[in-house]
């Protein structure tokens, strides 16, 4: 079944470390989007990429670092520079950005605590 | 920039009774799409429903259906006959038409759905 994987599904990181979450998709999507989930919240944009190669900054982009290398996969790297890393991070996919009617694909979720 | 507003924190309901769901937002476009998704505590984002603004007439999935009033810009979600399974945090989220939009959602602070039995 076509889906979109997120790994791991919890990461806990030390004061300074960067790490990376994983974001892999097989629905064959063009469009890939990371949110930020904090209680009371709702979902905050951080990255976003419509094609291979290209990739824009959401609402929330400090301290956060993508790549969009291929198609499939669209890792999100939370750097030492953000300050407040702790929360739910989502994936999504969609068809196409410039398509009309198009909701999202979601993964599981990454639940990054600071230790 | 669009917001969405969900004003309703919290909401409760007894199993097999109806519960509406509350959304506003701010727009000066004429052409977009909303949908609500549901989030239960596994904390998977699942589709409920969509709406798109050319359309006039009310979305509907079997117990769930939207009261889109384009002019107020409000976008509320009817759960008919409540189930246990209904429980979960209820976001609301916008989309503008593209190709401005990169195909962007923005969402509302989600509503919790209690259901009692």
């Known amino acids: 079944d076509g889906g979109i994987t997120q790994s791991p599904k919890y990461l806990f990181r030390k004061e300074g470390q960067n790490v990376t979450l994983s974001c892999e998709q097989n629905l064959n999507h063009d469009a890939m989007y990371w949110y930020r989930q904090d209680p009371g919240q709702g979902l905050r944009l951080i990255y976003y990429?419509?094609?291979?190669?290209?990739?824009q900054k959401g609402d929330i982009a400090e301290g956060y670092s993508v790549s969009r290398e291929k198609k499939e996969s669209f890792p999100l790297t939370v750097t030492s520079a953000q300050k407040n890393p702790t929360a739910f991070y989502l994936c999504?996919?969609?068809?196409?950005?410039?398509?009309?009617?198009?909701?999202?694909?979601f993964g599981s979720g990454t639940r990054l605590t600071v230790v | 920039a669009q917001t969405v507003t969900q004003s309703q924190p919290e909401m409760s309901v007894q199993e097999a009774e109806t519960v509406t769901l509350s959304c506003t937002y701010d727009t000066s476009e004429s052409d977009y799409y909303l949908f609500w998704y549901k989030q239960p505590p596994s904390r998977q984002m699942i589709l409920v429903i969509r709406q798109e603004a050319y359309k006039q007439q009310n979305a509907t999935e079997n117990r769930f259906s939207v009261n889109f009033q384009k002019a107020a810009k409000s976008f509320s979600l009817k759960i008919s006959d409540s189930q246990l399974g209904d429980a979960a945090m209820y976001f609301c989220?916008?989309?503008?038409?593209?190709?401005?939009?990169?195909?962007?959602?923005?969402f509302g602070a989600g509503t919790q759905v209690v259901v009692t039995p």
């Open positions: 990429s419509q094609i291979v190669n290209d990739f």
């Open positions: 989220a916008y989309r503008s038409d593209p190709p401005d939009s990169w195909g962007k959602l923005q």
């Open positions: 999504a996919s969609s068809p196409s950005s410039t398509g009309r009617n198009l909701g999202y694909t």
